[in-house]
């Protein structure tokens, strides 16, 4: 009888232990799934903002300025020059102004775009047109007392600057005047690279005249990299993109590693940032499905800033 009631209080007790067991188990579990949940949604929050920023960025035509002043500086200083910062500021108004004015016309001549050819930071220039045009002003007031001071500079680029901001005007007066009268598309494209290659690199050019070959080497391989850049974009927005784009830039990021193998001491660096903006470009193409239109695009100008990844690289 002792021995019955024994084994049934001590049945009771392992009864009560499993029980409490199974319940320090579950409440363990809900507290790692309540930590896996929030940490998941501070993932989430901070790629939302994240994307936020990139898209804000891209919609103030802020993404071709901060790419054009970043690269002007990054190749000075791996040519080892001093560039004045009345250069770099130019060099990011006169882009902004440049760009901003390209998507407000875009945006004016919305109306007689075929379908699917107004883009998201069209709409967005059609619609804060009064901003953009005093903003701009105020820009073009800041940038002329900069282009003052750069044509007293020793060494200035000051003639070149003027020849090519001419020749682009002209260019871009063409591109809209002639909207009306048939596509231009797959020649626009090529605006950016040639623009940029000149604008970023004739500032140390003018300055260091000895590093002649090197800085046109890597000209040559930072314009082919931005013309991928719209030649990708272009290929997003619309449908029938070329399929050797993809091609064009592995090869040209195969190119960019060799010649930068070969130590072309000052522009290694600068041929290793073109490298890694083309491998960024494929990566972007690979996974475009994933990602809105309007962050894609962004993040296209985004893989431009590679020279923040090989400042290591510069003395």
């Known amino acids: 009888m002792l021995d019955s009631v024994h084994d049934e209080s001590g049945l009771k007790a392992k009864t009560s232990d499993a029980q409490a067991a ?6 363990a579990a809900a507290h790692t799934g309540a930590h896996t949940l929030r940490f998941a949604s501070r993932q989430t929050s901070l790629r939302a903002q994240l994307e936020q920023g990139l898209v804000r960025w891209h919609l103030l035509s802020l993404d071709a300025p901060t790419v054009a002043a970043l690269w002007t500086w990054f190749v000075a200083r791996c040519a080892r020059i001093a560039l004045p910062s009345t250069v770099t500021a130019a060099m ?44 701009m002003a105020a820009g073009l007031g800041a940038l002329i007392p900069l282009i003052l001071v750069m044509a007293r500079l020793p060494g200035s680029a000051f003639r070149p600057f003027v020849l090519l901001g001419a020749a682009l005007a002209a260019w871009f007066a063409v591109i809209h005047l002639a909207r009306p009268l048939g596509s231009l598309r797959g020649t626009k494209e090529l605006v ?15 300055r260091a005249p000895e590093l002649r070959l090197w800085l046109e080497i890597a000209a040559v391989a930072f ?39 070969v130590r072309l001491e000052p522009m290694t660096p600068v041929l290793l940032a073109v490298s890694l903006a083309a491998a960024g470009l ?34």
């Open 22 to 27: 199974t319940q320090a188990a579950s409440q």
């Open 92 to 135: 990011f108004l006169a882009v902004w102004l440049l760009y901003a004015a390209d998507r407000l016309l875009d945006g004016r001549a919305g109306d007689g775009l075929r379908a699917g050819e107004l883009e998201r930071r069209h709409r967005f220039h059609r619609t804060h047109r009064q901003a953009f045009t005093v903003a």
């Open 192 to 206: 950016p690279g040639v623009f940029f290659g000149a604008a970023v690199f004739l500032p140390t050019l003018t």
């Open 223 to 261: 314009g082919l990299v931005c013309w991928l850049n719209c030649r990708f974009i272009d290929g997003w927005e619309h449908a029938g993109a070329e399929s050797k784009t993809p091609v064009l830039a592995a090869a040209l990021g195969v190119l960019s590693v060799c010649l930068a193998a």
């Open 282 to 315: 494929l990566w972007l193409n690979r996974i475009q499905a994933r990602l809105d239109p309007t962050t894609l695009r962004a993040a296209a100008d985004a893989v431009l800033l590679t020279p923040l990844l090989v400042l290591f690289w510069v003395r």
